[in-house]
């Protein structure tokens, strides 16, 4: 039987050295006895996500990971952050990142975030969620103003300009068409843009704003439009059936757009306090059924950008408990355990850094990395792109067809 594929994206793993850890990175300072035991059954070296000296995203870097170049298939940020709000758009949606701000009666943007403190955005989100004329609007709250709009219907085009102004004391602008095809597009969305200020206008949300003193969230500025890529399904270029396991929309819905089936499991949070061994366990569960397992675990990167090292230290900790349950895997399958960035706590963003690596199974051959870790995955001088990780999987699992005779 050939064997199976888990890869565990810890996301934002890889670090820099410490001061609050005497020097040492999150990960070298936690106690990792089950990934020191993988990496010691197989190879440990450094990964660049996507390519050298770029500092990617989450959304960019799962793409690469499963093997789609961002560079071809990633047209704008709009349809990822849709997906990130939970959206989950779908191959050829247009997809916009949204501000809620205030309009003056004069018409013109007075604040750009509309007080930035909007609780009533969810309710508002769902008002301005409808179908007109055949074509679907669907509006997703983030945080404070933020927000993302996806248009679902036929023939649309991402090659419109924004309706922000991108600063005050201006009006929205209106949509317009970016090469001579797409007038459809922009004048759809246009006539959108009218219906919903009546709406946000006279809504009760936005009159009793007003009447506690705080501007109205009356206008929706759109931005970075972006059309939902179309991928190659994996199954159709891997021969393999996928499943994801994440617990955050973003990567869902980037699975979904993969044809990855979607598991759930309900303990996954997408947060620190996540169920760590029942996640894992899920994961294993799904490699019954599945030739494929992607998990991504958001902890780190939550710890990450929280600047919280020890934080960081300790989620590794649990996440290595947790992944103890994929030893004794090692005659089935081929394990992969990576990051997606690196997001040093002492920077609180993502970084260009390259992240450690480790792959194993029963029977190949090792490269004396004893310790998982960027300093010792590091010195192996073993590297690869983010975009090999599949095919070195693959090679591994003798799934690879010769080339030649
Ligand atoms: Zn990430
Ligand atoms: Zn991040």
Do not use: W
């Not at 670090?15 to 990175?25: A, H, M, Q, V, Y």
């Not at 103003?145 to 649309?156: E, S």
């Not at 300093?375 to 792109?385: E, H, I, P, Y």
């Amino acid at each position: 039987m050939m064997k199976k594929l888990l890869l565990f994206v810890l996301d934002g793993l890889g670090d820099r050295p410490s001061p609050l850890l005497n020097g040492e990175t999150p990960l070298q300072a936690a106690f990792r006895p089950n990934l020191n035991a993988l990496v010691s059954s197989g190879l440990g070296g450094l990964m660049y996500p996507v390519r050298k000296g770029l500092v990617c995203g989450s959304d960019t870097s799962h793409l690469s990971l499963l093997g789609y170049d961002p560079e071809t298939v990633y047209t704008g940020r709009g349809p990822f952050e849709a997906m990130g709000l939970g959206i989950i758009s779908e191959p050829g949606d247009i997809a916009f990142r949204a501000n809620f701000a205030t309009r003056s009666k004069e018409g013109v943007i007075v604040d750009r975030r509309a007080g930035r403190d909007i609780p009533e955005s969810g309710s508002l989100a769902k008002k301005i969620s409808f179908t007109m004329n055949g074509t679907q609007f669907i509006v997703r709250e983030g945080v404070e103003h933020r927000a993302a709009l996806v248009v679902r219907g036929k023939g649309l085009s991402p090659n419109i300009s924004d309706s922000d102004p991108h600063e005050q004391g201006k009006a929205p602008l209106k949509i317009k068409a970016l090469s001579d095809d797409v007038g459809h597009t922009a004048e759809i969305l246009n006539e959108y843009l009218d219906r919903i200020r009546e709406i946000l206008d006279t809504s009760p949300e936005n009159r009793d704003r007003e009447r506690r003193g705080k501007p109205p969230a009356n206008e929706l500025l759109l931005r970075g439009a972006g059309i939902t890529p179309r991928l190659e399904p994996f199954n159709k270029r891997y021969g393999l059936d996928g499943a994801c396991l994440a617990g955050i929309p973003l990567i869902t819905g980037i699975g979904n757009l993969a044809g990855l089936h979607l598991l759930k499991h309900p303990g996954a949070t997408g947060r620190v306090d996540t169920d760590y061994r029942g996640k894992v366990r899920a994961a294993v569960r799904a490699l019954e059924a599945h030739d494929f397992v992607l998990v991504n675990i958001k902890a780190p990167d939550i710890a990450g950008h929280d600047g919280d090292p020890l934080l960081k230290r300790d989620v590794i900790e649990k996440i290595d408990d947790a992944i103890g349950q994929v030893i004794e895997l090692s005659n089935d399958a081929v394990i992969c355990v990576t990051g997606d960035h690196c997001t040093p706590c002492t920077t609180k963003e993502h970084s260009g850094d390259p992240v450690p690596v480790l792959f194993s199974t029963e029977g190949m051959r090792r490269n004396g990395v004893r310790h998982f870790d960027e300093v010792n995955c590091g010195s192996s001088g073993f590297d690869l792109l983010s975009g090999e990780v599949m095919t070195m999987m693959l090679q591994l699992s003798d799934r690879l067809k010769k080339y030649g005779a």
